[in-house]
């Protein structure tokens, strides 16, 4: 929220001085297409590193803070051994998705510091994927302009 406050008042400055409006959106533009090439490195990046995975049976533990972000995550139990998930829990349907009753199938990452559940994979892969097609359509539409 406050990153959008901080693009206003810096918008509305930049009119005030004189800056034209269509520089503006082309600033904007860019910010938006820099937003997306973060994001899709990032999720190349936990994509390759789930390939180096190991798969366990794991029980879910709890939710709780991240040891490393504010977000809350998933924890899941490896033969006695408690391990943070990679990404934030998912918060809508929480009790249908993480059930402690049931064995869950994840992947340890080798430094066996964080686990990858069904949910991270499913976001890993599709970013991947997604990022892959962008960047493809991205060529073939500046190709052909």
Do not use: Q
């Not at 992947?107 to 997604?130: P, S």
């Amino acid at each position: 929220m406050e990153v959008i406050l901080v693009i206003i008042v810096i918008s509305v400055l930049a009119v005030i001085l004189g800056v034209k409006v269509m520089w503006l959106v082309f600033g904007f533009a860019a910010l938006i297409g820099l937003a997306f090439a973060v994001s899709m490195l990032l999720l190349t990046i936990f994509f390759v590193r789930l390939l180096f995975t190991k798969k366990h049976r794991a029980s879910f533990s709890r939710i709780d803070k991240s040891p490393r972000s504010k977000f809350k995550v998933a924890y899941y139990i490896i033969d006695g051994t408690e391990y943070p998930n990679i990404f934030p829990e998912e918060g809508f349907l929480r009790n249908m998705l993480y059930r402690s009753d049931k064995s869950h199938t994840v992947f340890l990452t080798r430094n066996k510091k964080y686990v990858y559940d069904k949910f991270a994979c499913t976001t890993c892969t599709i970013g991947f994927l997604l990022s892959i097609v962008s960047v493809i359509a991205g060529f073939f539409i500046f190709d052909h302009i």
